[in-house]
């Protein structure tokens, strides 16, 4: 097993600081006694940890958990650029099982942290948001596959750079994303043509929307269709970010500032 | 204890009799009981107790006894009614003197009863209550704030042993004007600090149910003027050229607003 363990210590000998997404409180006291920095990666801080980074997804892919975790901690400061990270996480069980190493400049600045932490809405409305798209995304309405546009956040704007296609069903009521039975409404009202407008706070002001932005130098990669380009340009137009369920290959995607954020498969997720 | 059992007893059966009734009343008793303990354990249990109590000092405290919230109740009610047919059993057998301690102490014992009951309740509450409340401000990264979960705590224990204690018939007058005066104290300082928040809420409830203006809309609010961003309860959000205005929506009623339309 000296082999083995050769390349076990090669792997974490460099490391300058280490990564444990959503470790056991006994995982981390283990580590956090060493030298190496420890950064906690996970949904919620349940073990105090000095050094933590809120998981708003449960990313099943690790390569997007450890993107995620990495752009969280450079973004607050707690590594460098060019540190080398030792990740350690569980892909199979809850349990960390993986250990991965990986340079904190390996790979493009998606804005994948900076979509949930420094956007207008809250974070928690754009999981929730999110978790509405993958989960249409997963049943589709009556088994069709359907496409939804929602746009979150800075909703006074879009408002006024959209106009109704009909009457909105939101009309005087006051339903937040994240509420059981809104779940069901979004669905039924996914069939609706138009998008929908979600303020910070998590109302849902509209449905039935047509978003008239300007749409001039908005790059989105080619053979997205007109719902992906209305989302990537009332996202460089106002400060909303929008997330967006394609009909055509069902994946869910994220927008801000007129770029492809987030890819999503709802039947992987 | 108007009925004068034992006489009637005396009358119907022989001295010998007398003992095998009291025996039977024994026995009886211990059957009934029995019955008494599985029927409030299931009642309660269907009741929902033992997730309610999940979790709470006192129940923790009875675990580590072998025991639980659920158990130490059905215990006290068995050995209430165990306790009430020795009673009876002594007083027709005629063992003591009938009059003078065991027929005062069967009537203080439903208050005795109704006082455990009321002490186990109060502190099973006031955990849970006190749970709860922590678990809602548990956001609020406030070490102070750790002050209102105790408080509503031992409000709730300081209720129920009033109401133990008036059930043993302690002199608790003095307690309950201290209780008055508590309760007087927190109504006028929620009314003087929340006095404004109040207000802002009952203008608030009028926006929401009523919509003069919604997100999306250009208002002017005294001399702010912006896009709304959000209503809630309490505030109005307005913005315009990366200024946020948060206005409290008692402003809202007593100036009024202006909607610009064009």
Known sequence: MTGLDDFLDGLVAEADAVFLFSPGRSEYEAIAGGETEVVVIGPNNDIDADVFVELPLEFEDLRDRVRFGVEGAVENGHVEEDADLVCLAGVFQDDSDTVTSVRADQFDKSGVYDLFANSRAEPSVIRNVLEVAVELGKKGQKGKPVGALFVVGDAGKVMNKSRPLSYNPFEKSHVHVGDPIVNVMLKEFSRLDGAFVISDSGKIVSAYRYLEPSAEGVDIPKGLGARHMAAGAITRDTNAIAIVLSESDGLVRAFKTGELILELDPEAY | ?262
Do not use: C
Request: proline share 3%; aromatic share 10%; glycine share 8%.
């Open chain 2, 1 to 262: 204890m108007q009925f004068d059992w034992p006489d009637l007893v005396r009358r119907l059966f022989s001295e010998r009799g007398v003992f095998v009734v009291s025996i039977g009343i024994l026995i009886f008793g211990a059957v009934l009981s029995y019955l008494v303990w599985r029927w409030t354990r299931r009642l309660l249990a269907n009741a929902g107790v033992q997730a309610a109590v999940e979790g709470t000092p006192f129940e923790r405290t009875a675990r580590s006894f072998g025991t639980s919230t659920v158990g130490i109740i059905s215990n006290i009610a068995a050995v209430f009614v165990y306790v009430l047919a020795i009673l009876l059993a002594i007083n027709v057998a005629q063992l003591g003197s009938p009059d003078l301690f065991w027929t005062r102490f069967t009537g203080y014992l439903p208050s005795l009863f109704i006082a455990a009951l009321a002490l186990i309740i109060g502190l099973v509450v006031g955990d849970q209550a006190k749970l709860r409340v922590s678990e809602r401000l548990r956001s609020v990264k406030l070490p102070e704030v750790n002050l209102i979960p105790e408080l509503v705590k031992y409000s709730i224990f300081y209720v129920a042993a009033l109401i133990a204690l008036g059930q043993l018939g302690v002199e608790t007058t003095a307690l309950v004007v201290l209780l008055g005066v508590y309760a007087f104290a927190l109504v006028i300082v929620a009314l003087v600090a929340f006095w404004d928040l109040l207000r802002s809420g009952a203008a608030g409830i009028y926006l929401l149910l009523t919509e003069p203006y919604s997100i999306g809309d250009r208002i002017r609010i005294n001399d702010n003027e912006g896009i709304v961003q959000e209503v809630d309860v309490f505030t109005t959000r307005i913005e315009s050229d990366g200024e946020e205005h948060i206005v409290p929506n008692q402003n809202i009623f007593r100036s009024g607003i202006v909607r610009i339309r064009d």
